[in-house]
């Protein structure tokens, strides 16, 4: 089994639930993250607010699965609903690298939509990096295979979209907000109100779909010429 702690450790090393908790995370990795072997890699504690989002659920998972305890996937798998994208990110990745492709796939796109929809909640803009890097993290080998077969493809996302419509979203879609460049400066996290979420969430499967629905007719055009 292929393991990758090191992206998704950085992004939720700081999503501690505890304010005086060592874990700490880069804010800005794709700035920060290579900017000098020399230094020491920049300690973000959060605070106020931000001290008080909890994945540590999600963390814990993780840490589990990047040790070696394989069957912590399974446990995730009986209820996903609990864990942060990025968690659903790794599963996907761990079954692409154990010949279940079209079960990743799912699973990547249901990561993705996630990461999407949260990341729309939030009002630091620069939280949305972490989407664009998860997704290029994970779908080296996922989105390669996914383009390849178009109907598979729509078929697979439509899967998701209806999958994620019926479903309640248990964890606190505020990680986004670790990843954004307020955690370093600000006490408060800027993010819709909860009672907004089922909204934006919704608005985000009907921009998903109509992203797939684009992409795929740009693959298909030049079959059709």
């Known amino acids: 089994m292929k393991l990758y702690p090191l992206l998704l450790c950085g992004l939720l090393a700081a999503c501690s639930s505890q304010p005086s908790s060592e874990k700490t995370s880069k804010s800005e990795p794709n700035t920060k993250a290579n900017s000098s072997q020399n230094q020491p890699a920049q300690q973000i504690v959060p605070k106020g607010e931000f001290a008080q989002i909890d994945v540590k659920?999600?963390?814990?998972?993780?840490?589990?699965?990047?040790?070696?305890?394989?069957?912590?996937?399974?446990?995730?798998?009986k209820n996903p609903n609990a864990y942060v994208p990025p968690v659903l990110y790794l599963i996907s990745a761990i079954m692409f690298d154990n010949d279940y492709q079209d079960q990743a796939t799912f699973w990547f796109y249901a990561a993705q939509l996630r990461a999407r929809s949260d990341a729309n909640k939030s009002g630091d803009n620069t939280a949305h990096a972490a989407v664009s890097q998860l997704n290029q993290r994970f779908g080296v080998n996922i989105t390669p295979y996914?383009?390849?077969?178009?109907?598979?493809?729509?078929?697979?996302?439509?899967?998701?979209?209806?999958?994620?419509s019926e479903q309640t979203r248990n964890y606190d879609a505020r990680w986004i907000a670790l990843q954004g460049k307020d955690v370093t400066t600000e006490t408060k996290v800027n993010f819709a109100p909860k009672e907004k979420w089922e909204e934006i969430n919704a608005l985000t499967r009907s921009q998903f779909r109509q992203g797939l629905e684009q992409a795929l007719t740009k693959i298909q055009q030049p079959a059709a010429q």
């Open 57 to 77: 659920k999600s963390q814990q998972a993780m840490d589990a699965i990047t040790s070696g305890k394989g069957e912590t996937v399974n446990d995730i798998l």
């Open 146 to 164: 996914s383009m390849s077969n178009p109907d598979r493809l729509k078929s697979i996302v439509s899967q998701v979209l209806e999958w994620d």
